[in-house]
């Protein structure tokens, strides 16, 4: 099964997920590879729902080098990032999921991102867009801040890029993103990824592909087939 194989329309009779997450976040997207298995694995309809959350919103425009933000905000030396690189890119691999660090990635705010993806959801492409962001940011080392890249990634998922570039100009969708993500720090969600199961199973972290089967089988016994 791949992205695309996910039902995303949110109907009644199949499993809600909401993911709350930040598109520069690794482990956000190792964990939604793993639930993606496990989906596939338990065989369960899914919804899936994507909410924003800015890992860095007061970050400065030009952003700053990724591994000199990692080491000065959570304390790591440069052995301890490298070896979260490796480790991250190991479980990528094993994920069909590929993670390129470079030294020059940058740390940059997704505040603009989370407006695209809400814009997108309007035309059934949020779930789409969120995959190729992931991909621009991780594999193809993209300033994912900025207007031209985003748009072009808009457009490569079929979306208008004129369009595009006409939302991050006005911001239409600020406020409602800003509202959401006030939502779910004002729930207690202070990391990502946090995966709501149900609109009421919350579940953090990357939990890996036997976890998240295990909560699945355990959530949609007695579901209607």
Wanted: net charge negative.
């Amino acid at each position: 099964m791949t992205s695309q194989d996910i039902d995303t329309t949110g109907l009644d009779d199949v499993l809600q997920i909401d993911i709350v997450s930040d598109v520069v976040c690794p482990w956000c997207i190792v964990g939604f590879k793993q639930l993606e298995q496990a989906i596939a694995r338990t065989g369960v309809s899914a919804a899936i729902k994507w909410h924003p959350f800015e890992l860095n919103p007061d970050m400065v425009a030009e952003g700053e080098n990724l591994r000199e933000h990692i080491m000065r905000k959570y304390g790591s030396s440069a052995e301890q990032s490298q070896a979260a690189r490796e480790r991250l890119t190991e479980l990528g691999a094993n994920l069909d999921f590929d993670f390129r660090f470079t030294d020059d990635m940058r740390m940059v705010n997704t505040f603009k991102a989370h407006q695209l993806i809400h814009w997108a959801g309007e035309s059934g492409k949020e779930h789409a867009l969120k995959m190729a962001l992931f991909q621009a940011y991780f594999r193809n080392g993209k300033d994912v801040h900025d207007d031209q890249v985003l748009a072009d990634v808009a457009e490569s998922v079929g979306l208008d890029r004129a369009e595009a570039l006409a939302v991050l100009k006005d911001g239409r969708f600020a406020e409602i993103v800003r509202a959401e993500e006030a939502f779910w720090t004002g729930n207690g969600i202070h990391g990502v990824p946090a995966v709501i199961f149900e609109r009421q199973h919350l579940v953090s972290g990357a939990q890996g592909v036997d976890n998240f089967a295990a909560i699945i089988t355990e959530l949609t016994k007695g579901k209607a087939a």
